[in-house]
């Protein structure tokens, strides 16, 4: 029996930087939303406490120690840990590089480019959405640069690799126009510098469904929930306006140089959808073809960022968590091939997805991935 590699998405997002200092006031880290975050209706989790008050910061390492300890003693396989790079502009690296710089800390992780652009949508008006910071994609010699850069962690003995290839999820690939040119001058020098090769993967719920890109040089997607399962059962109409959205606004944009979002989503009242329904779902889906990996979600609510225009579940707790998580591995290894499960999130706090304990269920989240995988006998 193959043992489940569970994998949860770590954002790095809880350190001081200057950029974040200039574009959201001095001290922003996520916490900041974290903690302004109120109850919008009856009943409604906010706001989201960590247990014993610990709003942490991520330059210290005894906080990564911890994160991985506790990870570890949980079942938790690895993190995929968020990576932003702006041709040579790094952000928010420093979690990423001090578990490089400490190899005493005993966990496996994988990097999850993040290429999208930043913009400051949580706070813009309508049509009035500022680019903080973009990518130019086309610059080549970046793309020698940045592998030069992910090379380190892609030689560390704890790097995920698969038949010894690294593996590398790059969140939206198909806004690289240059695409299959970039990825065969990495995988080129991959192999160059000792390695295999690299086993490329694609996040994002528009890289799942816009079919107007080349997966072929892709080992996997990831069914990455809540978007993935929000977009698939989702009433048609609205699949078409996120398709044609996602496959010509940054066209559009680029051609009439706007440096600036299209729109902004508002709405009166937080739409409330049941977790419940969508894990149903979610336990409905279909592989899709055998280079899917399944995901899992713990709970979304983005209503600290963006207050009424945004949407959480109502109805979540680690008991049910447990039992869909349980339906999941099942799942997994009748239908899928793959001994991987992604998880939203290992700490996204300001969204709703975070394992880490807070003060309401405590371990209660970690709790249930441990016991679902020893009912399974797997490794813990």
């Given at each position: 029996m193959t043992d489940i590699k569970v994998i949860p998405l770590y954002l790095p997002q809880f350190h001081r930087i200057p950029e974040n200092d200039e574009w959201w006031g001095e001290g922003f880290t996520e916490w900041v939303n974290v903690k302004v975050a109120r109850p919008l209706f009856e009943g409604h989790y906010q706001p989201r406490v960590p247990l014993h008050?610990?709003?942490?910061?991520?330059?210290?390492?005894?906080?990564?120690?911890?994160?991985?300890?506790?990870?570890?003693?949980?079942?938790?396989?690895?993190?995929?840990?968020?990576?932003?790079?702006?041709?040579?502009?790094?952000?928010?690296?420093?979690?990423?590089?001090?578990?490089?710089?400490?190899?005493?800390?005993?966990?496996?992780?994988?990097?999850?480019?993040?290429?999208?652009?930043?913009?400051?949508?949580?706070?813009?008006?309508?049509?009035?959405?500022?680019?903080?910071?973009?990518?130019?994609?086309?610059?080549?010699?970046?793309?020698?640069?940045?592998?030069?850069?992910?090379?380190?962690?892609?030689?560390d003995p704890r790097y995920m690799k698969e038949d010894g290839m690294p593996l590398l999820i790059i969140y939206v690939p198909q806004l690289i126009d240059k695409l299959d040119k970039m990825l065969d001058l990495w995988t080129s020098m991959a192999k160059e510098s000792g390695l295999p090769g690299i086993k490329y993967i694609y996040q994002s719920v528009t890289a799942c469904i816009d079919k107007g890109w080349d997966r072929s040089r892709?080992?996997?997607?990831?069914?990455?929930?809540?978007?993935?399962?929000?977009?698939?059962?989702?009433?048609?109409?609205?699949?078409?306006?996120?398709?044609?959205?996602?496959?010509?606004?940054?066209?559009?944009?680029?051609l009439l140089g706007i440096k600036r979002g299209l729109a902004v989503i508002t709405q009166k009242e937080v739409k409330k959808v049941s977790y419940d329904s969508d894990w149903e779902k979610i336990l409905s889906l279909k592989?899709?073809?055998?280079?899917?990996?399944?995901?899992?979600?713990?709970?979304?609510?983005?209503?600290?960022?963006?207050?009424?225009?945004?949407?959480?579940?109502?109805?979540?707790?680690?008991?049910?968590?447990?039992?869909?998580?349980?339906?999941?591995?099942?799942?997994?290894?009748?239908?899928?091939?793959?001994?991987?499960?992604?998880?939203?999130a290992w700490n996204e706090w300001a969204e709703g997805g975070y394992l880490e304990p807070d003060e309401k269920y405590g371990l209660g989240y970690l709790e249930a991935i441990r016991d679902v995988l020893t009912e399974n006998n797997e490794v813990v």
């Open positions: 008050d610990n709003y942490y910061d991520l330059s210290d390492v005894e906080t990564l120690k911890w994160q991985c300890k506790i990870a570890k003693e949980y079942g938790i396989y690895g993190f995929a840990m968020y990576h932003y790079w702006f041709n040579g502009h790094l952000l928010l690296e420093k979690p990423m590089e001090m578990l490089l710089d400490h190899p005493e800390i005993d966990m496996n992780y994988c990097i999850s480019w993040a290429n999208h652009d930043w913009n400051d949508s949580w706070k813009a008006t309508a049509g009035n959405v500022r680019t903080l910071i973009a990518h130019d994609f086309d610059d080549e010699e970046d793309w020698v640069n940045h592998f030069n850069y992910m090379l380190k962690f892609f030689k892709f080992a996997y997607g990831i069914q990455f929930h809540p978007g993935y399962v929000q977009y698939m059962t989702g009433k048609a109409s609205s699949r078409w306006w996120f398709n044609f959205v996602v496959k010509y606004s940054r066209k559009v944009k680029k592989p899709e073809n055998s280079t899917m990996i399944p995901s899992a979600m713990v709970d979304w609510d983005n209503t600290p960022r963006k207050q009424t225009s945004g949407w959480c579940y109502t109805g979540a707790d680690p008991e049910k968590f447990k039992k869909y998580f349980r339906s999941l591995v099942e799942k997994t290894r009748k239908e899928y091939r793959t001994d991987k499960i992604f998880i939203f």
